[in-house]
């Protein structure tokens, strides 16, 4: 671009939205300035191109609650003699009560999914362990 002539913003759109160059490079290519890209993007509606795609709700409960089943299985193992047990059983507590809050707020807007993949009785047992692991570390 020499100066006094616009920006080719089409070139520019491409460029941009095809990711193989960095901002920089584009704005080099073109002889724009990095705020004149972020106002044209902002102007024309480009989207991001870093966006991360949203997890599922439903998903973010079954990868959670796998994370509450390792973490009652590595208790189970270890000796919670030797280790904090304090900083467990606030983990524990704390994954378990962000767990009921997803599945709450799954239940109250209707979940999509005909079938929750992790049965309630499953759900039931997984709490009962915990609780029956806090009160064992209490004792201790």
């Given at each position: 671009m020499t100066a006094g002539t616009p920006p080719?913003?089409?070139?520019?759109?491409?460029?941009?939205?095809?990711?193989?160059l960095t901002i920089a490079r584009i704005c080099k290519k073109h002889g724009i300035s990095r705020s004149a890209l972020a106002k044209a993007k902002n102007r024309?509606?480009?989207?991001?191109?870093?966006?991360?795609?949203?997890?599922q709700?439903?998903?973010?409960?079954?990868r959670l609650f796998g994370v509450l089943e390792k973490q009652i299985?590595?208790?189970e193992i270890r000796d919670m003699n030797a280790a904090n047990p304090d900083k467990e059983v606030a983990l524990l507590g704390?994954?378990?009560?962000?767990?009921e809050k997803l599945v709450e707020l799954d239940v109250k807007q209707g979940a999509t999914s005909p079938k929750p993949k992790r049965p309630r009785s499953e759900m039931m047992a997984l709490r009962e362990k915990i609780s029956a692991?806090?009160?064992?570390?209490?004792?201790?």
């Open positions: 080719d913003w089409p070139a520019i759109e491409q460029d941009y939205r095809k990711g193989k024309y509606g480009w989207p991001g191109r870093y966006t991360r795609p949203l997890v709700r439903d998903q973010l409960i079954e299985k590595s208790m704390t994954l378990s009560r962000t767990l692991r806090i009160s064992q570390l209490e004792k201790t």
